[in-house]
């Protein structure tokens, strides 16, 4: 089930992997200059380098989605245990954080002049970061649903998936890592006791499968 999961949220990511170009290009305007007056236009225009200067962007995001990914899978081969949920929150976590650091290096430190009173870091906070924040919030609600015991824990897990679902629509840029992160919590969530039952001595649930830290 935890490999499903890892496999899911790879796939969702791939579909709409291209909306990451959009965001950084056309939305944060990654190594673009803007310039008023003469071949620019007297309203002022931008201009972006063309898709082969976008590579390496799709390879930085891509390629980190797809080693967590790599990550993921393997770790969903080890015994259900406590720790192995923790190993896919980390690199749940990791793949938030990333998209996250990346975003806001290619609106601030990779862009020539803006319009003026636009900075990087302002456009940053307006379209990245309310999507990241809901995603966020649902790692850490899914979180909370993966450590902690009782008949709350997988309705957790449902609402942290959830909400980073509706963080990535927010925001469909960074959804090739935040919807990496998805199938990370929902890995992380499967070996999760069912509710209303509790390990017996031998450390397994009900259903016999290990839950052993």
Partial sequence: MAAVAVVLGGFS???????????????????????????WGPEGTWACADGIGYAGAAVVLGGMSGLL???????????????????????????????????????????????????????????????????????????????????????????????????SILQTGIAVATLVSAGLLAAAGAGVAPAGFAPGRDGRGPDGVPRSV
């Fill in 13 to 39: 990511a791939f579909l709409v992997s291209s909306w990451s170009l959009w965001l950084v290009r056309d939305v944060l305007h990654f190594n673009c200059s803007w310039g008023v007056g003469g071949e």
């Fill in 69 to 167: 990914l790599l990550a993921g899978f393997l770790v969903a081969f080890a015994r259900p245990s406590l720790t192995r949920s923790i190993v896919h929150l980390l690199l749940a976590v990791i793949s938030l954080m990333w998209v996250g650091w990346w975003t806001l290096y290619a609106a601030t430190a990779y862009t020539g002049p803006r319009p003026a009173g636009e900075t990087g870091s302002q456009l940053w906070g307006s379209v990245v970061l309310p999507g990241l924040m809901v995603c966020a919030l649902g790692l850490v609600v899914g979180s909370l649903g993966v450590v902690l015991a009782g008949r709350s824990s997988r309705p957790l897990v449902l609402v942290g998936v959830a909400l980073i679902l509706a963080g």
